[in-house]
């Protein structure tokens, strides 16, 4: 069992940062992000590996930003020049099995690949 829950959601302008947090129960299984607005499908967004290895979505390439700190369990995803098409609820994933690569393979952002997920944080742009 991995326990997962997210912060740093707030209702910002567009053009403006955010840096949301994923604190986990362990440091030993690679961590993705998605998100979801009501009425459409949960999208993986981005993704982490336990060495730091990391892997987006194309539209969110050079404004997205992930980075883990293993001594504290935590993983960070900074979200630049916010647009109002960022508003979701944001989930942090981690996989059924540790030692398996977020990253690698056709599937790294689909939420069926993974098997844990915390609460999600409100990450809400206005223009």
């Known amino acids: 069992q991995v326990r997962l829950e997210e912060s740093g959601g707030d209702s910002v302008q567009a053009g403006g940062s955010l840096r949301l947090i994923c604190t986990t129960s362990?440091?030993?299984?690679?961590l993705a992000w998605s998100r979801q607005v009501p009425g459409k499908q949960r999208e993986g967004v981005a993704s982490i590996d336990v060495d730091g290895g990391s892997r987006y979505l194309d539209s969110v390439k050079g404004r997205f930003a992930l980075s883990r700190d293993n001594a504290k369990k935590a993983v960070y995803l900074r979200i630049d020049t916010l647009k109002p098409e960022d508003t979701a609820m944001y989930y942090c994933?981690?996989?059924?099995?540790?030692?398996?690569?977020?990253?690698?393979?056709?599937?790294?952002?689909?939420?069926?690949?993974?098997?844990?997920w915390g609460q999600g944080t409100q990450v809400t742009v206005s223009s």
């Open positions: 362990t440091s030993t299984y690679c």
């Open positions: 994933a981690a996989p059924r099995f540790p030692d398996v690569r977020c990253t690698d393979g056709g599937n790294w952002s689909s939420p069926r690949s993974y098997q844990y």
